[in-house]
């Protein structure tokens, strides 16, 4: 992989700020020409740098609101109660985020549901059937103080 250039840093910097930004607005604020913009665009997402495009939505407005960061210690630490846990994970709709994470439990999820009726459904009926599962702690959001989703500053 090549190493980012202080064009390249610029280019992510504008992408992370608005991704609906043209190559040739891209450009303008780089002082660059589109063609050279455009071509260090494709080549890092050839390379993984830039991931995906996303649309950032509002939870609230969808009523999807109610956030809830759970901590999951699974009975066993094995590969295979891992990998159990990591596909089942994987299509969990009100899982938004899912890290492997160090300390007194395994799993830190970050959840979004409608209501504590609804959680309360999660946890029982979903993540209570998962035969891996030794320990479920919930942390309820209680206000939003900071989201930021840019990696470069």
Known sequence: MNTLDSTDLAILRAMQSNARLTTKEIATMVHLSSTPVFERIKRMEREGIIKQYVTILDAEKLN???????SVKLRHCTMEAAQDFIHRVEGLREVTECYNVSG?????????????KDYQRFVLEVLGTCESVGHIESAFVMEEIKREYSVIP
């Open 64 to 70: 999807r609101g109610f956030t809830v960061f759970t």
């Open 104 to 116: 007194t439990t395994d799993y830190l999820l970050k959840v979004h549901c409608s209501t504590m």
